[in-house]
């Protein structure tokens, strides 16, 4: 069986990488000038912006939901981690 082990540190890491790729991805392909082209090739370049807008939206979305997502695990293990520890570590005891 594979183990996958991980620190809150590293999924903060992935977090920020998945959010660089969220924000780049927002681009628009653009357009065609109408008065240069043929009807038929700007309507062909529109349609395909409109879709690999939508596509890339998609998957932008997906990354920045997956970096959230991270963001909140790691969050979730460093809390976890805190409330293991002996709170009074290194204090020497009373007694």
Request: no cysteine; glycine share 14%; charged share 20%.
């Amino acid at each position: 069986m594979t183990r996958l082990e991980v620190t809150p540190d590293d999924l903060i890491g992935l977090a920020g990488r998945l959010s660089t790729i969220h924000d780049d991805m927002k681009g628009s392909v653009g357009g065609v000038d109408g008065g240069a082209a043929h009807q038929s090739v700007v309507d062909a370049v529109s349609h395909f912006s409109s879709k690999w807008d939508y596509s890339m939206g998609k998957i932008s979305d997906a990354a920045g939901t997956a970096a959230g997502n991270l963001k909140n695990a790691a969050q979730g293990y460093e809390n976890a981690d805190n409330s293991l520890s002996p709170q009074d570590a290194g204090q020497p005891a009373n007694g």
